[in-house]
């Protein structure tokens, strides 16, 4: 975790830019909500659920998690939630939690699904990201684009879904396809290595998972996408943000030792508006990208309201203007913003969500 030794100046400079992060935010949610409610919770540390490789000896990796525990793994209630509306589909997926805050064991190689085959066993995540991936309603014989994939859990968990019988070379014939992107040079190697890590060689072999470098934000780009413009039926934005949560687990950890934190140092007010010129792109790019008729999710891990409802009131008002120029342009944008009426478990997912004005937000501590 980035950090530097405290002076006198960098600690009135580090101060300084607190105290500005915290106003920003009770700007936001108000002063009673935020420090009283949000700041606490995102000061807390991060509960990782482990999703299980259904591509490799699921029992194996289970029998591991809890080998030497003295807590027990327990099913997420909000992938039961998932199921009560998708079915076989979100059946696919095993995801665990402990009944502690401890963590998950690294990921091992098991058995997988070919003869002299071997994958690894699990992926310890925020669960948010697996019920992001998991709303996507991901089904086989879909073309799914994963635009910002790095590291890969999300990748992991659509591939889970695209090839729910993948079993053998002749079974995988349901012309799924699932192209995985990033354009950062490095951040794109592992992007790759963990898909080919967690993944049936088969996959690659057939092209039916391809990762990608490629720069979602420029405006042709979607022309250098392997299916091009309307190509795809479903595609997740997991856009880069400002990840508060990240800023402050650096800013407390680094306190603690009498340091002082990058990430909060140098935060600033713009950081949010210059994302979501970055956001905007994207999500354009995004429904360019997709078919008429195919679903774009569009998640964030920011609990700034620029960087969400505001991305897509943007985003809105720019497609109004192209269409206006563009008078062969007839498609329009419809914003699910009712998540939660679409949802049969409505109680449950309401202990970890609220709906704003485009979206819903999730917090699961």
């Given at each position: 975790?980035?950090?530097?030794?405290?002076?006198?100046?960098?600690?009135?400079?580090?101060?300084?830019?607190?105290?500005?992060?915290?106003?920003?935010?009770?700007?936001?949610?108000?002063?009673?909500?935020?420090?009283?409610?949000?700041?606490?919770?995102?000061?807390?540390?991060?509960?990782?659920?482990?999703?299980?490789?259904?591509?490799?000896?699921?029992?194996?990796?289970?029998?591991?998690?809890?080998?030497?525990?003295?807590?027990?793994?327990?099913?997420?209630?909000?992938?039961q939630?998932?199921?009560?509306?998708?079915?076989?589909?979100?059946?696919?997926?095993s995801?665990?939690?402990?009944?502690s805050?401890?963590?998950?064991?690294r990921?091992?190689?098991?058995?997988?699904?070919?003869?002299?085959?071997?994958?690894?066993?699990?992926?310890?995540?925020?669960?948010?990201?697996?019920?992001?991936?998991?709303?996507?309603?991901?089904?086989?014989?879909?073309?799914?684009?994963?635009?910002?994939?790095?590291?890969?859990?999300?990748?992991?968990?659509?591939?889970?879904?695209?090839?729910?019988?993948?079993?053998?070379?002749?079974?995988?014939?349901?012309?799924?396809?699932?192209?995985?992107?990033?354009?950062?040079?490095?951040?794109?190697?592992?992007?790759?290595?963990?898909?080919?890590?967690?993944?049936?060689?088969?996959?690659?072999a057939?092209?039916?998972?391809?990762?990608?470098?490629?720069?979602?934000?420029?405006?042709?780009?979607v022309?250098?996408?392997?299916?091009?413009?309307?190509g795809?039926?479903?595609?997740?934005?997991?856009?880069?943000?400002?990840?508060?949560?990240?800023?402050?687990?650096?800013?407390?950890?680094?306190?603690?030792s009498?340091?002082?934190?990058?990430?909060?140092?140098?935060?600033?007010?713009?950081?949010?508006?210059?994302?979501?010129?970055?956001?905007?792109?994207?999500?354009?790019?995004?429904?360019?990208?997709?078919?008429?008729?195919?679903?774009?999710?569009?998640?964030?891990?920011?609990?700034?309201?620029?960087?969400?409802?505001?991305?897509?009131?943007?985003?809105?008002?720019?497609?109004?203007?192209?269409?206006?120029?563009?008078?062969?342009?007839?498609?329009?944008?419809?914003?699910?913003?009712?998540?939660?009426?679409?949802?049969?478990?409505?109680?449950?997912?309401?202990?970890?969500?609220?709906?704003?004005?485009?979206?819903?937000?999730?917090?699961?501590?």
């Amino acid at each position: 975790m980035p950090s530097i030794k405290a002076t006198k100046v960098l600690q009135k400079r580090s101060d300084a830019a607190l105290e500005s992060f915290h106003a920003y935010y009770v700007k936001i949610w108000g002063e009673e909500r935020w420090h009283n409610s949000l700041f606490p919770a995102l000061s807390q540390s991060t509960r990782y659920c482990a999703l299980i490789n259904q591509f490799g000896n699921a029992s194996e990796t289970m029998s591991f998690l809890q080998e030497g525990a003295d807590d027990q793994l327990k099913e997420e209630d909000c992938l039961q939630c998932l199921r009560q509306n998708m079915g076989e589909s979100a059946g696919k997926l095993s995801v665990v939690t402990r009944s502690s805050d401890k963590t998950f064991p690294r990921a091992r190689l098991v058995e997988g699904l070919h003869p002299e085959e071997t994958v690894l066993s699990h992926w310890a995540l925020d669960f948010a990201s697996v019920l992001a991936a998991s709303i996507l309603n991901v089904e086989p014989r879909d073309r799914v684009l994963d635009m910002c994939a790095a590291p890969g859990g999300k990748s992991i968990v659509l591939a889970q879904l695209l090839f729910p019988t993948l079993k053998s070379d002749e079974e995988n014939d349901q012309k799924s396809i699932l192209h995985s992107n990033e354009y950062d040079s490095m951040r794109c190697k592992r992007l790759t290595s963990n898909l080919q890590a967690y993944l049936p060689k088969i996959l690659f072999a057939n092209k039916a998972v391809e990762a990608l470098q490629l720069d979602g934000s420029t405006k042709t780009v979607v022309n250098e996408l392997p299916l091009g413009e309307g190509g795809y039926d479903k595609v997740l934005l997991d856009a880069p943000c400002s990840s508060e949560r990240h800023i402050v687990h650096a800013y407390l950890a680094a306190r603690s030792s009498g340091r002082i934190a990058d990430e909060m140092a140098n935060w600033k007010p713009s950081h949010s508006k210059k994302l979501a010129k970055t956001q905007g792109a994207l999500l354009m790019t995004t429904l360019k990208a997709v078919k008429i008729g195919g679903s774009v999710l569009y998640a964030t891990c920011s609990i700034s309201i620029e960087e969400n409802d505001g991305v897509i009131e943007a985003t809105l008002d720019a497609l109004g203007r192209e269409q206006d120029k563009n008078h062969n342009r007839e498609w329009q944008i419809q914003v699910d913003r009712q998540l939660e009426d679409r949802l049969e478990a409505k109680a449950t997912l309401d202990k970890f969500s609220e709906t704003t004005k485009h979206e819903t937000e999730i917090v699961i501590g």
